[in-house]
């Protein structure tokens, strides 16, 4: 008995036995697949299928077809020609069994052109499984962040350093000493009048570099005013 079977846009007519070339089929070498557009089985022919009929065969391997060259020519005014190769890929099958009736209830996977599989979106709804705690996870976070809010705790204590430079005197009395002299000179240890009217030439010089003034101690005469202020 002999069947004709379409398959990847083509026509094939084959009988059990038959070894077979077809479009590339979503199968692995080995597996058991069936074609179900018939168009003949025998002396019965389809309008335009054979109800219920069928045709088994097996899948031996995953073949490419020969290789086939194309050249593309363009006319214009630089001509220019390109060579492109092509090999098709093909499906090598083995016929089994021709089944005239029952082709339908038979169980047999359905020969499917192209390269998907078939057993791959199985894998997509345990995925979102998956997913759905991690969104429960997220709306739990916030719980654990509520502490932070105390931080503002942390900025009271700032003033603990104003504490701190409770006795010392305020230097911006000096001519040319403003707020931001005053926090270096803190920075250097340097926070009352008598430590100011104290310094040495050396002192004095070392302090013009710490704080680049380049003799503006002794121009503004930081010592004797210093001095004066630490009399009271």
Known sequence: MFAVLKTGGKQ???????????????????????????????????????????????????????KTINFVKRRRKHSSARKKGHRQQLTLVRIADILEKGADKSGVMAAVSGAGVVAAPAAKPAAKKKAAPKKEAKAEAP????????????????????????GADDLT????????????????????????????????AAMDEKLNFKGRIDRDEWLKQAAEFAKG
Do not use: C
């Open 12 to 66: 094939y007519k084959v009988a059990s036995g038959d070894v077979l070339r077809v479009e590339k089929l979503a199968a692995n070498a080995g597996d058991k697949i069936q074609f179900n557009e018939i168009l003949m089985v025998g002396s019965t022919v389809g309008t335009p299928l054979v109800e219920g009929a069928g045709v088994q065969a097996e899948v031996i391997d995953q073949i490419k077809g020969e």
């Open 143 to 166: 719980k654990a962040e509520a502490p932070k809010a105390e931080k503002p705790a942390a900025k009271k204590a700032a003033p603990k350093k104003a504490k701190a430079a409770d």
């Open 173 to 204: 009395k000096i001519s040319g000493v403003g707020p931001v002299i005053v926090k270096k000179l803190h920075g250097l240890g340097v926070t009352t009048f008598a430590q100011i009217a104290a310094w040495t030439p050396e002192d004095v």
